[in-house]
């Protein structure tokens, strides 16, 4: 079973749902997640950013998605 943060990512990325990014300094990033992987994800705004994940403090989608919490 894959870890709740991947599932989150997943959802994410599968739903093409914009999301905004809160980096560790404060700054607020917009975009789709396109990919990640363990280390990184890829957020499309205007351009492509390679963020990396241990910058990040927080993830917010737009529109609420299914909880990672519940299992089907």
Do not use: C
């Amino acid at each position: 079973m894959a870890d709740i943060q991947e599932q989150f990512l997943n959802d994410l990325t599968k739903s093409g749902e914009q999301v905004a990014v809160f980096l560790i300094n404060g700054i607020k990033l917009h975009g789709i997640i396109e990919k990640f992987d363990g280390n990184v994800l890829f957020l499309k705004n205007a351009i492509t950013q390679m963020v990396y994940k241990h910058a990040i403090s927080t993830v917010v989608p737009a529109t609420h998605l299914k909880s990672p919490m519940k299992h089907d």
